[in-house]
């Protein structure tokens, strides 16, 4: 994050505001934002399946598991619908693909297996909450894809994307970010209006909805755009820092 951002959030935390990064991402991939949240110190992360400490290594404090019979039914269900399509999942010790997926660069998978095998409640990550299933197609497009996959399998489970690849992430049916910040914000007694959240992307758009007061990204995917109730500058152009700056000096 650029400078302006980093004392832009840093002034709003003590301004008194409550500060929450909201991400698809696993909680492991917190670190570069860690040092940047001063008070609670939490995080939302995988879409709203996991609430996790920054303050304490990144440690997961509550989950909201996507069920393995779920993941399994939406597995058989995109497999006949759109054959070629490879899965990965995202536990709460770390993710699991199948050998199609393509490895992710910033981290091995524990196991390489068929998915239907990966969320066998006897294998050794039995123990390990399934946070969120990825669905990867090579042919497909991103919105082409995830409008097949909620038509085919949206009654089963809370299906978007973030990636400009046609990758969909599933959650347990509910589950997303709007959710988990609601059950956040209702433990501070914060209620939607008092909330202002930014993104850029489908898996933003339940968040941007609920908030009081939500702003798209100037780079952000169309829909986004048509579903904030306000625009700011890219990600590049410090948008987030500017609307932040803007509220502290209005306060």
Known sequence: MSDRTVAALAAAEEAGIEVFFVTGRPARWMDVVSEHVHGHGLAICSNGAAVVDLHAGRSIVEVRELERRTAHDVVETLRREAPGTAFAMEFTDGIRHEPDYPPLHLD????????????????????????????????????????????????????????????LEVSGLGVSKASTLALCCAERGISAEEVVAFGDMPNDIEMLTWAGSSYAMGNAHPDVLAAASDRTAANEEDGVAAVIEDILAHC
């Open 108 to 167: 091995a998978a524990l196991t390489v297996g068929p998915a239907e095998k990966l969320l066998h409640e006897d294998l050794p990550s039995a123990g390990a909450p399934l946070l969120k299933l990825l669905a990867l197609h090579r042919d497909l497009t991103p919105d082409g894809f995830l409008a097949l996959a909620r038509t085919a399998a949206g009654h089963h489970a809370s299906i978007t994307r973030s990636s400009p690849t046609a990758l």
